[in-house]
């Protein structure tokens, strides 16, 4: 059973695989009271003051304590990171991290306005954002509840969080985040007189890509577009 088990986690693509562990770690140390909360959000004018450089990252590591809210976030997390990253991002590790680099510097640049203390649900929802916009066609269920197109989801997912009292800026700065990276990825090259302004620098592809395999030959359904065989996620 064991070795089933680390067979399946080291099937998980790198990236997704690094962050999800990064974020089960994270709050396991908190539960065993390694680490405190405190130690991990995000405050500018410890990072500038302080040099507490890590709060930069680990702000985006801790959705709190164990609970709903916890495996509610770790398991979107996991889906649509995966999803992405065995998707569209599929032999593009590099795009995948730099993409992740732009939604991190973004978010932590508006995080000084927002008083925003914790940007692991918000880096979720622009994980998600991307997915349902590249997605259109999917059709997705909600609990049981909805059924809608996969680009009303991210808005879905925020009048849930309204619904259960909590504040919805962190939602919002996701799906702006989510946006501008959209925009600049897909929309604006692809518009009269637009041109890529997003790319990937040489040496994250240098660390990231592999050279692809001569003899690869993508499955049938692959051929066929086989990031969309998960027609009807339910969530």
Not at 28 to 54: C, G, H, K, M, S
Not at 141 to 163: D, E, I, R
Not at 203 to 225: I, K, N, S, T, V
Request: proline letters at 6%; aromatic letters at 18%; hydrophobic letters at 50%.
């Amino acid at each position: 059973m064991a070795h089933s088990f680390t067979q399946e986690y080291f099937q998980i693509p790198v990236v997704t695989r690094a962050y999800t562990t990064a974020c089960v770690l994270t709050t396991a140390a908190v539960q065993l009271e390694v680490i405190t909360p405190f130690q991990l959000y995000f405050n500018p004018d410890l990072i500038i003051r302080r040099y507490q450089i890590w709060r930069l990252i680990t702000s985006f590591l801790f959705f709190g304590s164990l609970g709903f809210s916890f495996v509610f976030n770790i398991i979107f997390l996991y889906r649509y990171c995966r999803m992405l990253e065995e998707g569209c991002f599929r032999g593009r590790t590099a795009d995948f991290v730099f993409m992740f680099l732009f939604g991190g510097i973004a978010m932590t640049l508006f995080g000084l306005f927002a008083n925003v203390f914790f940007l692991g649900q918000a880096f979720i929802i622009m994980l998600v954002y991307v997915w349902s916009r590249r997605h259109p066609l999917v059709r997705m269920n909600f609990f049981g509840l909805l059924n809608f197109q996969a680009p009303f989801l991210p808005w879905v997912l925020m009048g849930f969080s309204l619904l259960l009292g909590n504040s919805i800026v962190v939602d919002l700065l996701g799906i702006s985040v989510g946006h501008m990276y959209y925009f600049l990825e897909d929309v604006f090259p692809n518009q009269p007189g637009g041109r890529k302004l997003l790319m990937t620098p040489d040496l994250l592809r240098a660390m990231f890509d592999r050279p692809q395999d001569p003899d690869y030959r993508p499955l049938q359904e692959e051929q066929q577009g086989g990031d969309l065989q998960d027609d009807e996620p339910n969530n």
